[in-house]
């Protein structure tokens, strides 16, 4: 089989690819010229990417002095290659800046003022590469920052590090596509070189032949070929018929060996490696010169030039600079198109200032009449007459139409099953449509649209995992977390048993419930008779004073309830007593006043209500510096200033607490016997929105206080502190509310 | 006798098939509802807890248990579609009540941004993320990992100083779209 492909290509017989087409092919505007030396720019912008994959880590800051062929950035991933400064000078920005892409979105860009110097770093010639390792020369190349300059961009060095057997290595100097003459005239002038570069690729590669492709328009370049490798046996120059594209990969490997590469697969997968005539110089530099890629051949043409040519530009030359070198005519038209790269494939740039990279091999300025369609702003598409002249022209035979309807209608698992990843963006079906639909932009949106949903997808899927990595943590935290919980009850549990202080708290707590339902049942059994009074009264003092004394173990709160409760059923009797004997009523509440003055100390004897009144106010503020003391818990981990601001309420209240206290005496000495109950609510009601407006008075003193604590803290934490007070100030209001309601 | 050898063979035969159907039910028992993992993998993997569940598997399940389909606000219209084709059921306008944030923003996607000098390293918003996608420890600076960010919003009501937004990702020509429709824009230097 081999055999035969070498035979067929020593006869010159080739095979075909499916479809193509012979656009007018414009070379001859620039191809009979030789390649021109531009004098230095000014300034260059050299993009920090250049080719497929991401862009290097920065080596130099504004203002440093470079020199021709240092580095500008640092690979540190296969997949980056390195840039270099093209020419002596000065960094004078790095900044975001319009780039070489259809889009014309920026890109971060490093502005070089040139010095005029051109003043090379040291560089170390290679005489031999028969000494290098191959590792060695992979290295240089990639050090060199070379990609690949036929389109693509694919790093080299890749490229040429491959581990598995190579039959064909063939150079691409096929160059199909209309006015571009850049490979045509670097194969004329540099044949040499060329083949050295080749030499290289040989020896890394060791394929078994090396094939030259190049189209039959080329007569010149391939007589300068032929003879640079007449020595070499294993080097055949290929003249290919003309067509486009047959400067395809995978349309040269089938014109070449007869093999279709499969769908999704690349050319390596079935021993074939492709490189472009202008990477092979590139290489030769780079390896044998120790010259890196900072300058490649531009093809400058079209008809609105009055000198269309081809130059040797350096990457970073903005485009405005070659077109004045080549003198455009019409740069007054403002609607004057600008396109990059060839007329099928390229795309028109948004801005002069688009810098030269390493994938740019033509600068094409078409006239009106040269190429009408680049200045019509409308587009003159027209409904599809289904002729099905695009599927002859496929080359990778495909179905244009179908894709067409699909893409306008945003099909794209339709898209995929008609296999729009093969579409090399040619251009041949909307080069033939007759209807002029612009059919590669259809494709080339819904390309976009599918590359942005599979990232999409890969998002989504990546969430989906992180979610569920994060609910099994979350998961097991929480179970860690009852575990340590069980194991802390249990301990609780067993310090109950042992005489500890708290345990003696909660015994406290008990006896004072047992003396509770004692009094009840006294109360009960004996609130008939006259004699019982005075033991109810007994009882009673009984358990104020156990409220009192209550005060200090830890079960405060059951405590006080309690005794409010006591307190309420002593009332009842008391008022049913009351009724019934006025006199005993009399002599017990001279006991219960003895009883707590060590409390409370009354002024008068007969008022009961007032110490009653009393006893409540001093339980409303042991409630409201406990919630202070709630807050001050709450804000324990927070500055010192808002723990002094609590503070303050906590002082606060229990001066609030001692006036109320002070003002129910005085109300209750002047309050009538036959409506004591409802002057001493009237005196909590006071009391309480006396305290609620303190507290909001004290909040809004703890947000200043906090606040004049600025050093430490920003304004924002103040503002958020605040407002959570403010909050916490109203709950507390609520709540002292609900307790007076409660005990009311 | 012909009567009973009939209902003898008949019976024999239907119980063979029944004991042969029994042991397929257990051999070939299908563990998780498939239509789960489906309806899964048509939501958006935000995680937002937009449809008031916590994630986007719990309302999957919901959805195959009978739940409206009409109640993920990032999957919008696209999705409600899928999932009516899928469970059979009619096309239902998005719900509106499970829309959180403005609407009448652009829907390009978003990812949330901390403005560090006002963050005062509450974790908050860690603990709101459901992906994990915010780093920091107390009383530290917190920032976004945008890669891992899904727009989710979910982290920006329990910060107590406001300092998470949401922001656009920019355009870069890694995620640009062609337009044609679009203004061709000249730039002017």
Same mark, same amino acid.
């Given at each position: ?145 070379i990609?690949?300059m ?21 150079i691409?100097g ?8 850049a490979d045509?005239l670097l194969m004329?002038e540099q044949s040499n070189a060329i083949v050295d570069g080749i030499?290289i ?74 490189q472009n005539i202008a990477t092979c110089f590139a290489i030769n530099d780079a390896?044998r010169h120790?010259i890196?890629l900072?300058r490649r051949v ?14 040797w ?294 008022? =009961? +209500? /007032?110490? *009653?009144? &009393? $006893?409540?106010?001093? @339980?409303?503020? #042991?409630?409201?510096? !406990?919630? %202070? ?21 906590? =002082? +606060? /209240?229990? *001066?609030? &607490? $001692?006036?109320?206290? @002070?003002?129910? #005496?005085?109300?209750? !000495?002047? %309050? ?32 200043? @206080? ?39 | ?189």
């Amino acid at each position: 089989m081999v055999e035969s492909v070498i035979e067929r290509i020593t006869r010159g017989h080739f095979w075909d690819f499916h479809g193509g087409i012979h656009p007018p092919e414009q070379k001859m505007l620039t191809a009979s010229k030789p390649i021109k030396q531009l004098a230095l720019p000014k300034q260059l912008i050299i993009p920090l990417q250049q080719h497929i994959g991401r862009e290097g880590d920065l080596l130099v800051k504004i203002g440093d002095k470079v020199l021709k062929g240092q580095a500008l950035t640092l690979s540190t991933n296969p997949m980056v290659v390195p840039i270099h400064a093209p020419t002596s000078g000065t960094i004078s920005a790095i900044k975001m800046s319009v780039i070489a892409h259809p889009s014309g979105l920026s890109q971060l860009c490093v502005f070089l003022d040139v010095d005029g110097e051109d003043t090379w770093r040291k560089k170390t010639v290679c005489a031999d590469i028969e000494q290098l390792s191959n590792s060695e020369i992979i290295e240089k190349i990639a050090d060199a920052g070379i990609a690949g300059m036929g389109g693509a961009g694919f790093p080299t060095h890749i490229k040429v590090n491959s581990k598995t057997d190579i039959n064909f290595l063939i150079i691409n100097g096929a160059e199909c596509e209309p006015y571009i003459t850049a490979d045509d005239l670097l194969m004329m002038e540099q044949s040499n070189a060329i083949v050295d570069g080749i030499k290289i690729l040989d020896k890394l590669l060791t394929p078994n032949f090396i094939l030259i492709a190049i189209e039959d328009n080329k007569p010149k370049a391939i007589k300068a070929l032929q003879q640079a490798t007449a020595a070499i046996e294993k080097i055949k120059v290929c003249v290919v018929p003309t067509k486009y594209p047959a400067g395809g990969e995978k349309q040269l490997i089938q014109i070449l060996t007869g093999q279709e590469v499969p769908s999704g697969r690349l050319p390596i997968h079935t021993g074939i490696v492709m490189q472009n005539i202008a990477t092979c110089f590139a290489i030769n530099d780079a390896v044998r010169h120790d010259i890196p890629l900072i300058r490649r051949v531009v093809t400058v043409t079209g008809q609105a030039l009055n000198k269309p040519q081809n130059v040797w530009a350096l990457l970073g030359t903005p485009i405005n600079f070659l077109l004045k070198q080549c003198d455009v005519q019409a740069i007054e038209n403002e609607q004057q198109p600008v396109i990059m790269g060839g007329p099928m494939m390229g795309f028109s740039v948004s801005s002069e200032l688009v810098p030269i990279v390493k994938t740019s091999n033509c600068i094409l300025v078409p006239s009106k009449t040269e190429m009408p369609s680049a200045f019509e702003k409308e587009s003159k598409e027209v409904e599809c007459i289904r002729c099905g002249q695009c599927s002859d022209v496929c080359p990778s035979q495909l179905l244009p139409q179908e894709l067409q309807w699909s893409a306008k209608a945003k099909d794209y698992p339709q898209l995929e099953k008609l296999n729009l990843s093969d579409c090399i963006d040619c251009g041949a079906c909307a080069y033939v449509c007759p209807s002029q639909i612009p059919l590669v932009h259809y494709y080339r949106i819904a390309k976009a649209e599918i590359r942005q949903q599979q990232q999409l997808d890969l998002k989504a899927e990546k969430a989906k995992t992180r979610f569920e990595a994060r609910n099994l943590r979350l998961e097991k935290e929480k179970t860690a977390r009852q575990e340590k919980h069980k194991k802390a009850a249990a301990a609780r549990k067993a310090a109950m048993n042992i005489a500890t202080p708290e345990a003696t708290g909660a015994k406290s707590a008990v006896a004072a419930a047992l003396a509770r339902v004692k009094a009840k049942k006294a109360a009960q059994s004996q609130s008939q008779s006259q004699a019982s009074t005075a033991e109810a009264q007994k009882n009673l003092a009984q358990s104020n004073e156990l409220a009192t004394e209550a005060t200090n173990p830890v079960d405060e709160q059951k405590t006080e309830v309690a005794a409010a409760i006591a307190r309420a059923k002593a009332k009842r009797i008391l008022k049913q007593e009351a009724a019934n004997k006025p006199i005993s009523s009399n002599e017990g509440v001279k006991q219960t006043v003895t009883a707590q003055l060590e409390v409370s100390q009354p002024p008068s004897n007969d008022d =009961k +209500k /007032a110490i *009653i009144a &009393a $006893a409540i106010a001093k @339980a409303k503020a #042991k409630k409201l510096s !406990k919630a %202070a003391d709630a807050v001050k818990s709450v804000n324990l981990a927070e500055s010192t200033a808002a723990e002094k601001a609590v503070n303050l309420t906590d =002082k +606060k /209240a229990k *001066i609030a &607490a $001692a006036i109320a206290k @002070a003002k129910s #005496k005085a109300l209750a !000495k002047k %309050a009538n016997q036959e409506t004591p109950i409802t002057t001493a609510e009237d005196i909590h009601l006071e009391k309480i929105k006396a305290v609620r407006v303190e507290s909001k008075d004290e909040s809004d003193s703890k947000a200043n @206080a906090a606040a004049d604590k600025k050093i430490r803290i920003s304004a924002a934490i103040a503002k958020a502190k605040a407002k959570k007070k403010l909050k916490e100030a109203r709950n507390l209001a609520g709540t002292v509310k609900n307790n007076d309601q409660d005990s009311g | 006798m012909n009567i009973l050898l009939a209902i003898l063979v008949l019976g024999s035969i239907a119980a063979i098939f029944g004991a042969l159907l029994g042991y397929a039910s257990v051999r070939f028992k299908v563990d998780a509802d498939p239509i789960v993992e489906q309806l899964d993998d048509l939501l958006p993997q935000t995680q937002c807890g937009q449809c008031g569940y916590p994630g986007c598997k719990p309302y999957a399940q919901a959805v195959a248990d009978g739940e409206a389909i009409n109640k993920c606000a990032p999957g919008g219209e696209d999705t409600i579609k899928k999932i009516a084709d899928l469970m059979g059921v009619e096309v239902q306008p998005l719900d509106e009540s499970h829309v959180q944030g403005d609407t009448t923003a652009s829907n390009r996607p978003k990812v949330a941004f901390i403005i560090e000098e006002d963050c005062i390293g509450c974790t908050k918003c860690i603990q709101a993320c459901p992906v994990d996608a915010i780093i920091g420890a107390a009383k530290q600076m917190h920032t976004i990992i945008i890669d891992e960010c899904t727009g989710c919003d979910l982290c920006v009501a329990p910060c107590p100083v406001d300092c998470i937004e949401m922001r656009e990702l920019p355009d870069t020509i890694h995620n640009w779209q062609w337009d044609l429709t679009s203004i061709p824009v000249k730039q002017l230097d």
